[in-house]
């Protein structure tokens, strides 16, 4: 039973567009929720975060939504660019249960086209 | 500036021997996780500890082991490798009551 989905395995967009990714969770227990960026051959950086007492969090070009009701977020990413083109992967975790384990997604690799 | 280091990067073993791969980190967090992580798939958790002396075992735990001896360590053993284990690695670790993780660069384990 995977608790943390995310559906699209690839997604490409054009340089200064909006990119946007999708997140998917099961367990109504989560109440922090994170994306992670990672590089080949490297490993994930830590992006953007949100909590459940939240509905949006903004830094720079990156935006988390969150919509408990659906259990669904997603990341914005505007305008994109292309060292935007990594993996991304979106975890979730019941912090204050569990200190800061993390369930993780597959990851939606995101190419940037110049 | 503080980090956190794995060693080896790469490593090729045969099938049945035991493997150690190292984890290092100066961050001085309480938190640290193993992950592999799989073509097709994300990071799955192998063990996580909270502290000195605490592990527990994680999603896909069968065949690793660790132990946790002081805060900047913890070693990943797979007891007798097999051809299921071929993998990246990838070391974590966090402050206490942070969701926000701190990865290792990886290891490539290939197991012949």
């Known amino acids: 039973d995977q608790q943390v989905k995310q559906n699209s395995p690839s997604l490409s967009v054009q340089e200064g567009r909006i990119s946007i990714l999708n997140c998917d969770y099961t367990?109504?227990?989560?109440?922090?929720f994170l994306w992670y960026k990672k590089y080949p051959a490297e490993g994930p950086t830590f992006l953007i975060s949100?909590?459940?007492?939240?509905d949006k969090n903004e830094d720079g070009r990156f935006t988390v939504f969150l919509n408990k009701s659906a259990k669904h977020l997603s990341l914005h990413i505007v305008p994109s660019q292309p060292g935007d083109s990594a993996v991304y992967f979106c975890?979730?975790?019941?912090?204050?249960?569990?200190?800061?384990?993390?369930?993780f997604g597959d990851g939606t690799t995101l190419t940037v086209k110049p | 500036d503080a980090e956190i280091t794995q060693s080896p990067r790469h490593k090729i073993t045969e099938t049945g021997r035991q493997v150690t791969l190292a984890c290092h980190q100066t961050?001085?967090?309480?938190?640290m996780f193993w992950y592999r992580q799989d073509l097709g798939h994300g990071l799955r958790l192998i063990h996580y500890?909270?502290?000195?002396?605490?592990?527990n075992k994680g999603e896909v735990s069968d065949g690793y082991s660790v132990s946790r001896s002081n805060t900047e360590d913890l070693p990943l053993t797979l007891e007798s490798a097999a051809s299921s284990q071929t993998s990246v690695y990838f070391c974590?670790?966090?402050?206490?009551?942070?969701?926000?993780?701190?990865f290792g660069p990886g290891t490539r384990l290939t197991v012949t």
């Open positions: 974590a670790s966090s402050e206490f009551w942070k969701g926000e993780q701190y």
């Open positions: 367990n109504s227990m989560f109440d922090y």
């Open positions: 949100i909590s459940s007492i939240k």
């Open positions: 975890a979730a975790s019941q912090l204050w249960t569990n200190a800061g384990k993390s369930t």
């Open positions: 961050w001085n967090h309480n938190n």
């Open positions: 500890s909270y502290g000195v002396q605490d592990t």
